[in-house]
Nanobody, 129 residues
């Protein structure tokens, strides 16, 4: 069992940066796959980025690749999302998600919201033009 709390959201101008953090409580954080998803008003939740339990593999949505970087610190039980060159279309509530697993999966697996059993409450990111 793990509890997730996101932080770091806020209002930023287009072209700016934000760093989201996901603090996890509970045991065995290093055995969890971590993902970030987002949901804009009136739209479905979408995959943003994911990282394997070891941090050795990362996955990104095409829309954020080369702008966002996902990382994790297993000693601190945190997963982070560094967001650079933000655009107004990045405006959304961002959610951290976790799945207990040390198995290697295909890239498409990490992008599925239904494989993550634990979710945070979300943090609002607003990018003004």
């Amino acid at each position: 069992q793990v509890q997730l709390v996101e932080s770091g959201g806020g209002l930023v101008q287009a072209g700016g940066s934000l760093r989201l953090s996901c603090a996890a409580s509970g045991h065995s954080f290093s055995s969890y796959i971590m993902g970030w998803f987002r949901q804009a008003p009136g739209k479905e939740r979408e995959f943003v980025a994911a990282i394997s339990w070891s941090g050795g593999s990362t996955y990104y949505a095409d829309s954020v690749k080369d702008r966002f970087t996902i990382s994790r610190d297993n000693a601190e039980n945190t997963a982070n999302l560094q967001m650079n060159s933000l655009k107004p279309e990045d405006t959304a509530v961002y959610y951290c998600a976790a799945r207990p697993s040390r198995t290697s999966y295909s890239s498409s697996y990490y992008r599925r919201g239904d494989v993550y059993g634990f979710w945070g409450q979300g943090t609002q990111v607003t990018v003004s033009s």
